[in-house]
């Protein structure tokens, strides 16, 4: 029996020993999900892969999808296509709900709807949410992004601020909808900048009548002194500059203090006349902001610590273990965004394993392996993560790469053009399946040569409140 239905879905319930092989459960089917369950489509053993949509999203191309670079199926596949091989042999099950709370008294994870998935093994790869710092009354201004549903959001807001000053015949109520404001100068928020210029300078400068796109105002606030702080200097220094030959403002060391519905309040370290430096407070009107400035565990860290104990850090994700368990449950293993992991290369010397794609896939099959190795009674292993470098890009032929050589202890720095060549080739070799990167290639060649982006449509926003009543059209309803 797959799972068992309780009116108190909170409440603890004792749970028969089963029969037949062990169950894994995989929460989440993010890049670490995804290669735990492929990793073990060949062991004895059942599969339940848990995610709360229905499809695998590429995380690091979801920005072309805010900025109407790339229609959502060709940077997302469904789960039950991409695992269909292994669903067809019989030991793996893919379900779609949100797990609520974790019940390792029982070892079974609870659903929305109060069913109890048991496991002999458990994997949680729940990844990462937006974090405010505290200020959650500012998402509704500047909405983060990490899921479809946010680049939605994010590309029906730019375009439409686009509609509104068209529609505004007040130049001084006209300028806040053609300023937008980027919170956060890490990749996401560098890419945004760089995108977003560029639609403004090339891809709507001929589709307006009353207004000139090229004159739209594109800031990129971060409170750090420099963009792209985990890159070198001399990177971060090249992104910067060509950010600004794009036509974007940036303005390192601007902390912000308050987000509203009419702009951004920040404050910024500023030179006197005298030779002095002091802060200065300033006031952006603008009507777009866009947050990526944090990042949080997914609440489900904070539901495994009051089930187990297991610690947290500053962002609530958990501290694992070299093999990447918990302490006192060597069958619950913590991936991806989600665990606060050292790497074990030189086990002297444990470095941090940074939040990105590579680690938590490495994550996840390292777990598979784990998994695999104590079900034939050997210890399992310390993680050892190999990092192949950073990239970002900032716009058209240009970005910025670090890229380390493998087998060698040499790391290659460049930007630019070869750099942006270099990432288009290794974000389309990693998207999953043909299709998606055949309709990668071609829009990206169609917007190459002629700047333009065709998937700029977005639904009717009143479509999509979320509370919105369901009108019948039967009379007598």
């Given at each position: 029996m797959l799972f068992s239905k309780s009116k108190t879905p909170s409440a603890a319930q004792p749970v028969a020993p089963r029969q037949g092989k062990p169950r894994?459960?995989?929460?989440?089917?993010?890049?670490?999900?995804?290669?735990?369950?492929?990793?073990?489509?060949?062991?004895?053993?059942?599969?339940?892969?848990?995610?709360?949509?229905?499809?695998?999203?590429?995380?690091?191309?979801?920005y072309q999808v805010a900025t109407a670079g790339l229609p959502a199926p060709a940077i997302a596949g469904p789960i039950r296509h991409i695992l269909r091989k292994q669903i067809a042999q019989g030991n793996l099950t893919v379900l779609m709900g949100e797990v609520t709370s974790i019940d390792c008294a029982s070892d079974c994870v609870v659903l929305d709807g109060g069913e109890h998935i048991h496991f002999d093994h458990l994997i949680l790869a729940a990844g990462a949410t937006h974090s405010y710092f505290g200020r959650d009354d500012?998402?509704?201004?500047?909405?983060?992004?990490?899921?479809?549903?946010?680049?939605?959001?994010?590309?029906?807001?730019?375009?439409?601020?686009?509609?509104?000053?068209?529609?505004?015949?007040?130049?001084?109520?006209?300028?806040?909808?053609?300023?937008?404001?980027?919170?956060?100068a890490g990749p996401t928020g560098v890419e945004m900048a760089g995108t977003m210029a560029e639609i403004a300078q090339h891809t709507l400068s001929a589709e307006f009548r009353r207004i000139d796109s090229r004159m739209a105002r594109v800031i990129l606030l971060e409170g750090a002194p420099r963009v792209l702080g985990t890159f070198t200097e001399d990177l971060s220094h090249r992104a910067q500059e060509q950010l600004e030959m794009l036509g974007a403002e940036v303005l390192p060391g601007a902390k912000v203090t308050n987000i509203n519905a009419f702009g951004i309040n920040y404050d910024l370290m500023e030179n006197q006349a005298d030779g002095t430096s002091k802060v200065v407070s300033h006031f952006l009107p603008t009507r777009t902001v866009i947050w990526a400035a944090g990042v949080a565990a997914s609440p489900l860290g904070k539901a495994l610590a009051k089930s187990t104990g297991c610690e947290l850090d500053r962002a609530g994700r958990v501290v694992v273990q070299p093999d990447l368990t918990i302490p006192g449950h060597p069958n619950i293993y913590v991936v991806g965004d989600l665990a606060s992991a050292k790497s074990y290369l030189d086990p002297e010397n444990?470095?941090?394993?940074?939040?990105?794609?590579?680690?938590?896939?490495?994550?996840?099959?390292?777990?598979?392996?784990?998994?695999?190795?104590?079900?034939?009674?050997?210890?399992?292993?310390?993680?050892?993560?190999?990092?192949?470098?950073?990239?970002?890009?900032?716009?058209?032929?240009?970005?910025?790469?670090?890229?380390?050589?493998?087998f060698t202890k040499k790391r290659v720095r460049f930007s630019g053009f070869a750099?942006?060549?270099?990432?288009?080739?290794?974000?389309v070799y990693f998207l999953i399946g043909f299709r998606n990167r055949t309709v990668v290639m071609m829009d990206w060649a169609w917007a190459y040569f002629t700047s333009q982006r065709h998937a700029r449509v977005f639904p009717d926003p009143h479509a999509l409140e979320p509370n919105a009543r369901v009108v019948r059209v039967n009379p007598q309803d």
């Open positions: 894994v459960v995989i929460i989440g089917c993010g890049f670490g999900g995804l290669e735990a369950a492929k990793a073990l489509a060949q062991a004895d053993v059942e599969i339940v892969v848990i995610d709360r949509t229905n499809h695998h999203l590429f995380q690091p191309l979801l500012w998402a509704k201004y500047a909405p983060g992004l990490k899921t479809l549903g946010d680049a939605f959001t994010i590309r029906r807001r730019v375009l439409t601020a686009f509609e509104q000053a068209e529609r505004e015949t007040d130049p001084v109520k006209r300028e806040p909808w053609l300023t937008f404001a980027v919170v956060g444990p470095t941090p394993v940074p939040g990105v794609s590579p680690g938590a896939k490495q994550m996840g099959r390292k777990a598979a392996f784990n998994i695999m190795r104590r079900l034939k009674g050997l210890d399992a292993q310390a993680f050892r993560y190999f990092d192949y470098g950073s990239m970002a890009t900032i716009g058209k032929r240009a970005a910025v790469a670090m890229i380390d050589i493998p750099a942006w060549l270099f990432w288009l080739f290794v974000h």
